[in-house]
């Protein structure tokens, strides 16, 4: 395989009902597509053909700060909208994404179907949080992995151990501890929770989970 697949998310604090909410209807834009599910405005963009990045906001409450992380800029990528029952599809010539705008499950595949990520259904969970007077939240947000996928990254952790799943990290630069919420996972695509934050990472034999505490934004690729 002569690429890497990548795809970029962007989270940012809201609260998650915890019934169906009935999306909006969606949007289509240049090269993505908006959508209200959950009490959330999501926006799915892709910026190449092989990296798609996702925006999740409070409903009505649109985050202006622009990332450290994410420098790029979108590139001028051919997109192909679909339906796929009730979902929504989009697709480049590398990635296919498949989104249910009444869950916010979103699934990424190559181009020939083979599904590289899950974002769980109703995976996304904000609680607000004061942080010394400055609203703030706590944020869990789910994937679902492949039983026997292997996972490399998160920077350098002291635990002796290549393939990270099946463990619990506390992600925070130390002495002897460099932490990096970087993902390269066996099924070769990439993952990165840009998030400047400290935050617990849970890797079991089921997803992949990310928590953080007083969040100010989140991203991530895969």
């Known amino acids: 395989m002569n690429f890497i697949k990548k795809m970029t998310l ?17 949007q289509h834009t240049t090269q993505g597509i908006t959508y209200t ?16 990045r996702i925006y999740k906001t409070p409903i009505k409450k649109p985050y202006k700060k622009e990332s450290l992380v ?32 009444e869950t916010g499950g979103i699934r990424f595949s190559d181009k020939e179907g083979k599904l590289l990520l899950t974002d769980k259904d109703y995976g996304t969970q904000f609680t607000p949080f004061d942080d010394a007077g400055v609203p703030s939240y706590n944020v869990r947000q789910a994937f679902l ?29 130390q002495n002897m501890s460099i932490c990096i919420p970087f993902i390269h996972s066996g099924k070769f695509y990439q993952f990165n ?11 079991t034999a ?17």
């Open 10 to 26: 962007t989270l940012i604090g809201t609260t998650i009902i915890a019934t169906n909410g009935i999306a909006q209807s969606v």
């Open 37 to 52: 599910t959950q009490e959330i405005d999501v926006k799915v963009e892709f910026y190449s053909p092989t990296i798609v």
């Open 70 to 101: 994410i420098i790029k800029t979108p590139e001028t990528t051919s997109v192909t909208f679909g339906k796929k029952g009730k979902n929504v599809t989009l697709s480049s010539n590398v990635i296919q994404v498949e989104v249910n705008p």
């Open 145 to 173: 992995l492949d039983k026997d996928e292997v996972i490399y990254g998160l920077g350098q952790q002291q635990t002796g151990k290549v393939n990270q799943r099946n463990q619990k990290l506390f992600l925070r630069n």
């Open 193 to 203: 929770l840009s998030s400047c934050i400290r935050q617990q990472n849970s890797l």
């Open 206 to 222: 089921q997803f992949v989970s990310f928590s953080l505490s007083n969040l100010a934004n989140i991203f991530y690729p895969p």
